[in-house]
């Protein structure tokens, strides 16, 4: 629009320093600028420059610099104004997504025993540095303690299936319950319908083991024939006769294994395992379940 006037290698150093001065206000405040205007305030002191056709525009120069700042800080604002939320007059919270509490746990001390065995599964997770953590809302409290617990094999081979929910986390004998080799299950009834935030399970950690077909489900109904939300599943070739899983295989450890239940409805938790890369058997140490009760 100004090639009449167009003389960029005769524009005054000055220019450029106000553009330059321009430029560093736009990066300070950390805004994007409306670029097109920057350069189009660009060509207009370029065209100001005093090459004699245009000498007595000069004197509008502070006119468009003043105007070019006072557009620059009404973006700036604005801009700021929309991020804070705008006429509902609520800043965003840093970190809202963050919202509510991160979950706590006990875990049991270290203990391991006897010769390591190998691991050959796909993808297989090794033991975190330190604990999973998940934030779940206000109010969400373990609801599994002490609740009874069900099991596809009706007469453990070691222990009792109430040592699932008895809040012992400990590694050695006494500790756990062994099941039947081949896929089993456990299930615990809180007793009333829950919103379910959070199912964290120990099966075994005395060695570095990994357990085969692990599936968690949530539901109403206590023989799992309707109504039923998976909330994990590593069962990575579909060998249990369910759908194949997305997650992970893992190695157990005093972590236990973290799963988000995002908040699923139900009254019944039940939990699958198909063996382990040390032996066919299946076991559990301890089940926790978090979320809100009575939902
Ligand atoms: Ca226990």
């Known amino acids: 629009m100004n090639t009449q006037?167009?003389?960029?290698?005769?524009?005054?150093?000055?220019?450029?320093?106000?553009?330059?001065?321009?430029?560093?206000?736009?990066?300070?405040?950390?805004?994007?600028?409306?670029?097109?205007?920057?350069?189009?305030?660009?060509?207009?002191?370029?065209?100001?420059?005093p090459t004699g056709k245009n000498l007595s525009l000069l004197r509008f120069r502070p006119v468009a610099i003043a105007a070019g700042v006072a557009l620059l800080l009404t973006a700036v604002f604005w801009k700021g104004w929309?991020?804070?939320?705008?006429?509902?007059?609520?800043?965003a919270a840093p970190?809202?997504?963050?919202?509510?509490?991160?979950?706590?746990?006990?875990?049991?001390?270290?203990?391991?025993?006897?010769?390591?065995?190998?691991?050959?599964?796909?993808?297989?997770?090794?033991v975190p540095k330190d604990p999973p953590t998940l934030r779940v809302p206000e109010g969400t409290t373990l609801l599994s303690k002490g609740k009874p617990v069900t099991s596809s094999d009706d007469y453990p081979i070691i222990g009792d299936v109430s040592l699932i929910t008895d809040g012992d986390k400990d590694a050695g004998?006494?500790?756990?319950?062994?099941?039947?080799?081949?896929?089993?299950?456990?299930?615990?009834?809180?007793e009333q319908r829950a919103d379910i935030r959070a199912v964290w399970l120990w099966h075994f950690h005395s060695q570095r083991r990994a357990y085969h077909d692990v599936i968690v489900q949530?539901?109403?109904?206590?023989?799992?024939?309707?109504?039923?939300?998976?909330i994990y599943n590593n069962d990575y070739d579909g060998s249990a006769g369910m759908e194949k899983g997305e997650d992970h295989p893992y190695v157990e450890s005093r972590f236990g294994l973290l799963v988000n239940a995002k908040g699923t409805k139900g009254r019944y938790v039940r939990l699958y395992s198909n063996g382990n890369t040390s032996n066919d058997m299946n076991h559990y140490i301890e089940v926790e379940v978090f979320g809100v009760a009575g939902n």
């Open 218 to 230: 949530v539901s109403d109904d206590p023989s799992f024939k309707s109504g039923v939300t998976t």
């Open 5 to 49: 006037f167009s003389n960029h290698d005769e524009s005054p150093a000055g220019d450029d320093r106000w553009i330059d001065a321009i430029v560093r206000e736009h990066a300070r405040l950390g805004t994007r600028a409306d670029e097109a205007f920057l350069q189009g305030l660009d060509r207009a002191l370029d065209a100001d420059a």
């Open 173 to 190: 004998e006494g500790y756990y319950v062994e099941l039947l080799d081949g896929l089993q299950w456990v299930q615990i009834d809180l």
């Open 95 to 126: 970190g809202a997504l963050d919202a509510g509490t991160e979950l706590l746990t006990s875990f049991p001390p270290e203990l391991i025993e006897g010769t390591p065995k190998p691991m050959k599964v796909p993808k297989l997770v090794g």
């Open 82 to 91: 929309e991020r804070d939320g705008g006429n509902q007059g609520v800043a």
